[in-house]
């Protein structure tokens, strides 16, 4: 079987930056890490002179929610004040409650794209559209394959329907679970729920049993604003991660996103108990949700990832969120350094999604791979690479973006995907759509 070689002027890898360095993939995997001039090559393997490229680990977009493209052609007016009254008087029933799978697909098309050609290679991506199941995972996965990207995709179940949308939303999961994990392939699934104000105890404890009997991770949204800290105290007389707590909820299969509005107790309790986090800076605070304590869930050991949200897919004006919004906040020039945020974006961002055989350049891990052009105005060095990469590296600068040793960018151009032809669909579905 033929393999791929790949030269690269510089190569990073969990322990910094390798000048002249590349790799040899086989079966998907990377099997060799070794100088370019003694980088063995056999006959008929495919061999790529990258060196005018640095050769690094796909982004992990850690949270989607690809439909939210439909929210960047807006023409209504949401509500200015409130996050409970942004969900309950405008985005459930403008946007969610009324996706079906055309509007699915068409936007996780472009999504692909843009995610693409920021060197994300992995997403995690919960659909809410109660109004688009069944099918709905199933709709979005054959896209999300045809476009060659990794995923962990899921549904997120809720109450705020009626009982029998409820149950529906279990069973979306659950039969997306079975089908696609328990094959090896690019797509994988978990259970989800949405937060503990849409779903009642005895709903919360079926979902997560459901999760243990599938034996796949679990996923809720955890206090993204003031208002689910301030109902659970109404509601339980609680905060959220004491109430998950209680229900038996919490552990390391767990996946909680957002994470904004946590007292120190409940960020000991989620690294306690194995829970995996993913921030997400920007969108937080296009809602007002608040600013979270990245640093105090890392401090705690827990593997925290960054995700979009469903608002920006360029992944690095994700960083450059992450990394710049809380200096701002806590007035430190020292908080949340370019390492550790480009960490979250890779490695630490693979093992809060689950695989932590993504997200580094080491030998038998997936070669989810891309490579940013070194054409930069002031060189790159083992002692700038990070803040190059977090601050002054846009998606024009990634050539190469390959999954699983396959090239879905090459040289700058999309091949799986036409990025024209999904604008197209995308526009003329969302003027229709805001215009209804």
């Known amino acids: 079987m033929s393999n791929t070689v790949i030269k690269a002027g510089l190569l990073l890898t969990p322990d910094g930056l390798i000048e002249q360095t590349g790799v040899v993939i086989s079966k998907e995997r990377i099997e060799l890490i070794d100088n370019n001039e003694t980088l063995p090559i056999q006959e008929g393997d495919f061999v790529y002179d990258f060196r005018d490229r640095l050769l690094a680990p796909g982004f992990i977009n850690g949270h989607t929610h690809l439909y939210g493209m439909y929210s960047h052609g807006i023409n209504a007016a949401p509500?200015?004040?409130?996050?409970?009254?942004?969900l309950d008087d405008f985005w459930w029933p403008e946007v969610e409650n009324r996706m079906d799978h055309e509007l699915l697909k068409a936007a996780t098309?472009?999504?692909m794209c843009e995610l693409i050609d920021s060197g994300v290679t992995t997403i995690v991506d919960v659909i809410e559209a109660p109004n688009a199941i069944p099918g709905a995972l199933e709709a979005e996965c054959e896209v999300i394959e045809k476009a060659g990207l990794r995923a962990v995709l899921t549904f997120e179940a809720s109450q705020r329907m009626n009982p029998e949308n409820a149950e529906a939303g279990l069973l979306e999961n659950a039969d997306f679970v079975r089908k696609h994990n328990s094959k090896d392939g690019l797509v994988r699934a978990m259970m989800s729920i949405h937060t503990l104000f849409t779903c009642d105890e005895s709903f919360i404890r079926k979902a997560k049993q459901l999760s243990k009997e599938l034996c796949c991770d679990f996923h809720m949204h955890l206090s993204e604003s003031?208002?689910?800290?301030?109902w659970s105290m109404e509601k339980y007389g609680s905060l959220p991660v004491e109430v998950y707590e209680k229900f038996g909820v919490l552990d390391e299969r767990v996946l909680a996103s957002q994470c904004v509005n946590l007292n120190e107790k409940e960020k000991d309790i989620l690294a306690q108990?194995?829970?995996?986090?993913?921030?997400m800076p920007l969108s937080n605070c296009e809602v007002g949700g608040g600013i979270a304590d990245v640093t105090g869930l890392l401090q705690r050991g827990m593997s925290v990832g960054i995700g979009s949200d469903g608002y920006?897919?360029?992944?690095f004006e994700i960083m450059r969120g992450a990394f710049l919004i809380p200096k701002a906040h806590w007035?430190?020039?020292?908080?949340?350094?370019?390492?550790t945020v480009y960490e979250m974006a890779t490695s630490l961002g693979a093992k809060a999604a689950g695989m932590p055989e993504m997200g580094q350049i080491s030998k038998g891990c997936m070669a989810d791979l891309i490579t940013i052009d070194l054409d930069t105005p002031t060189p790159?060095?083992?002692?700038?690479?990070?803040?190059?990469l977090v601050?002054?590296?846009n998606p024009e600068n990634v050539c190469d973006v390959m999954v699983g040793g396959r090239f879905i960018k090459k040289n700058h151009e999309l091949l799986t995907v036409s990025k024209d032809a999904a604008k197209e669909k995308l526009r003329f579905l969302t003027d229709r759509f805001w215009k209804k």
Do not use: C, W
């Not at 003031?226 to 301030?230: D, G, L, T």
């Not at 920006?312 to 992944?315: P, S, V």
């Open 391 to 393: 601050l002054f590296r």
């Open 312 to 315: 920006i897919n360029n992944h």
């Open 226 to 230: 003031v208002f689910e800290p301030r």
């Open 331 to 339: 007035q430190s020039t020292s908080i949340m350094p370019a390492k």
């Open 380 to 388: 790159v060095n083992s002692h700038n690479v990070y803040d190059q």
């Open 109 to 111: 098309a472009y999504s």
């Open 79 to 86: 509500p200015k004040e409130g996050f409970s009254s942004f």
């Open 273 to 279: 108990n194995g829970v995996r986090a993913v921030h």
